[in-house]
């Protein structure tokens, strides 16, 4: 099974009784392995979670940390990107040039860069002791 046929079987299983807005998440691996998430809402906002967070937390679960290229699915007309703290997560385990590929159910429909993004991520390079006043 492909990504975008991972994350569109996925989506179908999120979670959304109350946007009734279903998203699935593929991340692959620099494995290549691959890894889903549907979001998964809760009465209490905000505590629901994204597709993309999910993907992560099953990547992580299963010992890996390093994104290659990841898919975001939606049923909408315009491209749906991932939420500013989705892209902060992202950008956790994957360097600015990885490609997230945005799709409505049944195509692509853009592809941009977790650069392109999330510019000026906050990384580890902000938090070195050895520079500055530390």
Not at 33 to 42: D, I, L, S, T, Y
Not at 52 to 78: Q, T
Request: aromatic content about 6%; overall charge negative.
């Amino acid at each position: 099974m492909n990504m975008f046929e991972a994350a569109r079987a996925v989506r179908a299983k999120a979670h959304a009784p109350y946007s009734n807005f279903k998203v699935g998440a593929a991340i692959k691996t620099a494995s290549g392995a691959v890894f889903v998430g549907c979001n998964v809402e809760n009465v209490a906002y905000p505590e629901g979670t994204c597709a993309e967070a999910g993907a992560i937390a099953a990547m992580v679960a299963a010992g890996e940390r390093e994104i290659a290229e990841v898919l975001v699915v939606a049923d909408s007309p315009e491209p749906i990107t991932p939420c500013g703290g989705c892209r902060q997560k992202l950008a956790e385990f994957g360097g600015s040039n990885v490609v997230v590929v945005l799709a409505g159910l049944d195509a692509e429909q853009a592809r941009m860069t977790l650069g392109e993004l999330l510019p000026g991520a906050f990384s580890t390079a902000h938090m070195d002791t050895n520079m500055g006043d530390g």
